[in-house]
């Protein structure tokens, strides 16, 4: 099992900034991809921003240029520098990685999710 735990969420107004942080933990042997996605209410889950264990990073139309993510290989973190906030960014957003880890006894891929962290962006 691999567990992921989120930080950083909350309420700040339009154009402020905001930087969510994701701890892996667990019996990992590698982190091949880790990211964060959000759901709005109403809205299915979509994809922020991912990043490779290269450090190749991808993000969504909406983010790209206000948006950074960035990760620590040797502490297992992803980290989300989230700028130019605007109220349509207003979401849950959840850290997501997959890679092989070690599971009874034997190695196997997952696909792990964090709880989610609120971010609200209002005047």
């Known amino acids: 099992q691999v567990q992921l735990v989120e930080s950083g969420g909350g309420l700040v107004q339009p154009g402020e900034s905001l930087r969510l942080s994701c701890a892996a933990s667990?019996?990992?042997?590698?982190?091949?991809?880790m990211g964060w996605y959000r759901q709005a209410p109403g809205k299915q889950r979509e994809l922020v921003a991912t990043i490779t264990n290269g450090g190749s990073a991808n993000y969504a139309d909406p983010v790209q240029g206000r948006f950074a993510i960035s990760r620590d290989n040797v502490q297992n973190t992803v980290s989300l520098q989230m700028n130019a906030l605007k109220p349509e960014d207003t979401a849950v957003y959840y850290c997501?990685?997959?890679?092989?880890?070690?599971?009874?006894?034997?190695?196997?891929?997952?696909?792990?999710w964090g709880q989610g962290t609120q971010v609200t962006v209002s005047s």
């Open positions: 667990g019996s990992i042997v590698s982190i091949l991809l």
């Open positions: 997501n990685a997959w890679g092989i880890a070690t599971m009874a006894g034997s190695t196997k891929p997952y696909d792990s």
